[in-house]
């Protein structure tokens, strides 16, 4: 079974994000600026749960994942980064995920990226703190175009 947790608010329980199911966890809602809010464990296992994240102009204005205990099973996870409601900015560090403690290391993610149009592409580099999984840009190619109504 497949499925996505999507939404804004708050799970008291456990969340297992298996890779045999497909599962997604994508916080907030559609648009960016969005926090998922997530009182308990994230649980995710190795090779195939997923994190969808829309990621804009900076950390106030993408998907963000608040979390007490954010833990694994196993190693490489993947980040599915989108468009926010701007292309993300190189050189902008991101605040993926805020937890109290976890027990991953920076090179457990990876990502891909499906920016507006094609040809989109972006390169980074994920980064942990003491309290927040970070992801960097480095280069971002999307063709989000901005439209004053007119074409």
Do not use: C
Request: charged fraction near 10%; avoid cysteine.
């Amino acid at each position: 079974m497949t499925g996505t947790l999507a939404g804004n608010g708050m799970a008291t329980n456990t969340i297992t994000i298996q890779s045999a199911t497909g599962a997604v966890i994508a916080p907030g809602a559609a648009g960016g600026a969005n926090v998922g809010t997530f009182d308990g464990q994230i649980l995710l296992w190795a090779g195939g749960g997923k994190m969808a994240f829309q990621l804009g102009a900076d950390s106030t204005h993408s998907d963000h994942l608040v979390n007490t205990n954010f833990g694994s099973i196993g190693s490489g996870f993947e980040f599915q980064f989108s468009d926010g409601a701007t292309p993300p900015v190189p050189g902008v560090a991101y605040t993926l995920v805020s937890f109290t403690s976890t027990t991953f290391a920076a090179g457990d993610f990876s990502f891909t990226y499906a920016g507006t149009g094609p040809g989109s592409s972006m390169t980074g580099t994920f980064s942990l703190t003491p309290t927040e999984l970070q992801f960097t840009p480095a280069t971002v190619v999307s063709e989000l175009v901005f439209r004053d109504g007119f074409e």
